[in-house]
């Protein structure tokens, strides 16, 4: 039996091994893209209609798409495939993961293999996370910023004008409140979610109110700064004082469904997700930037196209070709359409596609205006355990298991011990 | 010691044939048992990011049983054990010794009890996400017809362990019966007849008779779910993320978490050793202690 299978094993490699000599008439070279698809939409049909156009194009060179699940699991499985020793050309992965891949020497910086004009046609908002002083290491491709989304069935519904969200803080309470039924039994005025990315809901109360919370070299964080204490009393104060919003922590992904099925009327989310909002929100629905306080302010968010190093001339130079096709000004502009992601260049906006776009569907512009008031998403070194240390602590706030001072103050000593070999 | 190499000689062919059989099943295990966990203790003594590992001995060591996470981790995971082992086993043995019985119905029973196990516990925890939702989510709706409010069961520090431990319980219990309703099937039947000739009650027997006949079957359920429940880890990914605050952060997790989110590759050797230490422990104290108390 054993001897059997394994000769049918042996004949089936040898037939294998005859089709894949026997078929390349030339020299093809192939290239590994892997791609988070967990993420907006059905990205991984859109991304193999590219990469199709993109091989109709250049016959020489074959692209194999390689879909991980959300972008911590596509993080994964590169790292895994790198120490395997077998890296891939190109990936999308966490603009933030920079300071990882850095670490660990993986990847190229990419300034020299681009023209200047290119790389300026980015959003300056999106290049913060992209680059370390002036050099970049990778381009932004889908990123997003947190947007406020309100039900306008329900503004009308409380006495509330629809076409006029929250400016300020102080609007937000005073429109949550008569938002707000039955103690939030039968709606709620707000939710902000507080796992997973509570951080980076985090990192736009701070910039509304002053600043962001690190160093743009990634060595030093801010955590307990007067700032950061004002915006998280200003979050804790949502749910245990002004109850507008539930108390403890809200789950990230129920969040978008709270809201699509009335059970909150206002929530500050991702525009990642303005596609999947826009096509199941029975009711009518606004955008709009997150409600100021000192001033607006948002982190950016999202993926962007890494290079990675070491690699054969002509591998190289076709993922470069690549790259260049994946951020083209077309392309850009329908995939954010596709996504409800913000397109990450200047120039798709000018296309014929997103100008009639943004005009049948305003709200996908309010994200890009709101770039104007952005900045980098907490990217550090040893990025994952200053992100953990944060966001244990913010839900250790949110649950009253430590006051705000405190737990501030413990998260700031915790992750200057861990940057503490990087200064 | 003569008469003992005799009878090695003269059972030499069988015995190279059954090492034969074995030898397969030996592959496996050096393959994906053996070789990982000396990989993993060799990698334990390194520090460093993933490409530049430097050699740091036991410094590392220090730092992770320092740690407070660590330690927080480690009650969890005790809690967790205290809270699912000892219900689950009990109340599989008691729905065993019911189901037991001839009467109508009887294998319907056995057949809902079980099905929660063969469901995949990223399912378990989708379906219990549900139940454990604020406001709208199948608990709460339950508790408002007592007029109870909403509770945020996993987004709660004091709630969230207990909502996990029912739900592993939910979820194994059905499992571990039919290791019980095996061992039932088991046991002689005269001793009952003696018993009820002598005019015992139930629970007279079954705390006399029954139970004790299911040691061995105890023993064996009770590693099973001791391992299971440093084991089963998947549905936090799913549900809370070890949140808040670590307050359902169990072991294995967070080997997932130092590895996989901080690549911190190091830190998650040391972890691995230690949940190897404490599983080699386990089964240690059962086979070699445990083991000889009970009458077969």
Not at chain 1, 138 to 150: A, C, E, G, K
Not at chain 2, 191 to 219: N, S
Not at chain 2, 255 to 261: D, G, L, P, V
Request: overall charge negative.
């Amino acid at each position: 039996m054993k001897g059997k299978l394994l000769s049918f094993v042996l004949v089936l490699l040898v037939v294998l091994a005859g089709c894949s000599s026997g078929a390349g008439v030339e020299e093809k070279t192939e290239i590994d893209f892997w791609f988070p698809v967990a993420v907006g939409g059905d990205v991984a049909n859109i991304v193999d209609g590219i990469v199709d156009d993109f091989e109709k194009e250049n016959p020489n060179i074959k692209v194999n798409a390689k879909y991980g699940g959300s972008y911590a699991e596509t993080m994964t499985q590169v790292m895994a495939s790198t120490q395997g020793g077998n890296p891939p050309e190109l990936a999308v992965l966490f603009s933030i993961d920079l300071f990882t891949l850095l670490e660990n020497d993986l990847i190229e910086e990419v300034t020299p293999l681009f023209e200047e004009d290119f790389l300026n046609d980015f959003y300056v908002g999106f290049m913060a996370n992209s680059s370390i002083g002036d050099k970049v290491y990778s381009l932004p491709f889908q990123r997003s910023t947190i947007v406020l989304y309100y039900n306008k069935d329900a503004f009308k519904e409380a006495g509330l004008d629809p076409e006029a969200p929250p400016e300020n803080w102080d609007q937000l309470v005073e429109y949550g409140k008569k938002l707000t039924k039955n103690g939030g039994k039968d709606q709620w005025g707000l939710e902000i979610p507080s796992t997973g990315y509570q951080y980076w809901m985090f990192q736009a109360l701070a910039l509304q109110t002053e600043d962001n919370i690190m160093s743009e070299d990634g060595k030093e964080v801010y955590f307990d700064a007067p700032y950061a204490k004002e915006a998280m009393d200003f979050w804790l104060s949502l749910g245990k004082e002004h109850k507008i919003m539930p108390e403890g922590v809200i789950e990230w992904a129920t969040v978008p469904s709270d809201f699509l099925s009335g059970k909150t009327a206002m929530m500050y989310h991702t525009t990642g997700n303005l596609t999947n909002v826009k096509n199941n929100a029975d009711f009518d629905f606004g955008v709009s930037f997150l409600p100021s306080n000192n001033q607006y302010g948002s982190p950016t968010g999202g993926g962007n196209i890494y290079l990675f190093k070491d690699l054969p001339e002509a591998n190289k130079k076709a993922a470069i070709k690549f790259m260049k096709f994946l951020t083209e000004p077309e392309r850009v502009a329908q995939w954010s359409i596709d996504t409800g992601y913000v397109a990450t260049r200047e120039s798709a906006y000018e296309t014929d596609l997103l100008k009639k776009y943004v005009e049948e569907f305003p709200a996908a512009l309010v994200a890009r205006e709101q770039l104007e008031y952005a900045d980098s998403e907490l990217a550090t070194y040893q990025n994952g355990e200053v992100q953990k240390i944060f966001n244990d602590h913010i839900q250790s706030i949110l649950t009253g298991q430590s006051p705000v001072d405190e737990g501030l103050k413990k998260a700031q000593e915790k992750a200057v011990e861990v940057l503490k070999p990087f200064q | 010691m003569t008469a003992k190499r005799r009878k090695f000689s003269s059972g030499k062919r069988s015995n190279l044939f059954a090492y034969g059989l074995l030898f397969p099943s030996f592959i496996f295990l050096t393959m994906f048992t053996f070789y990982p966990t000396l990989k993993s203790i060799q990698l334990s003594f390194y520090s460093g990011p993933m490409t530049r590992l430097q050699f740091s001995g036991l410094d590392q060591y220090k730092e992770v049983l320092a740690d407070e996470i660590f330690r927080k981790v480690i009650l969890n995971n005790i809690l967790f054990m205290l809270g699912t082992v000892p219900t689950s086993l009990l109340l599989a043995m008691y729905l065993a010794i019911w189901l037991n019985k001839r009467m109508a119905g009887s294998s319907l029973l056995r057949t809902s009890f079980f099905y929660p196990t063969i469901i995949p516990l990223i399912a378990v925890a989708n379906i219990w996400l549900f139940i454990y939702t604020p406001q709208y989510g199948l608990l709460d709706n339950f508790l408002h017809l007592f007029g109870a409010g909403d509770t945020n069961w996993l987004g709660n520090p004091n709630t969230v362990m207990i909502a996990m431990i029912v739900m592993i319980i939910w979820k194994d219990a059905g499992f571990y019966m039919i290791f019980y309703l095996a061992g039932l099937q088991n046991l002689p039947r005269d001793v009952y007849e003696a018993a009820e000739i002598e005019g015992a009650k139930p629970f007279q027997m079954f705390r006399h008779i029954t139970f004790p006949l299911l040691m061995p079957t105890t023993l064996f359920v009770m590693i099973v779910a001791i391992t299971n429940s440093f084991k089963n880890v998947d549905h936090l990914y799913i549900m809370t993320k070890g949140g808040p605050d670590n307050a359902s952060n169990l072991l294995l997790y967070h080997i997932y978490e130092a590895a996989f989110t901080n690549w911190d590759l190091g830190k998650a050797a040391v972890l691995t050793v230690v949940l190897i230490v404490i599983m080699l422990g386990i089964t240690a104290f059962n086979y070699l202690y445990l083991d000889r108390k009970i009458h077969y």
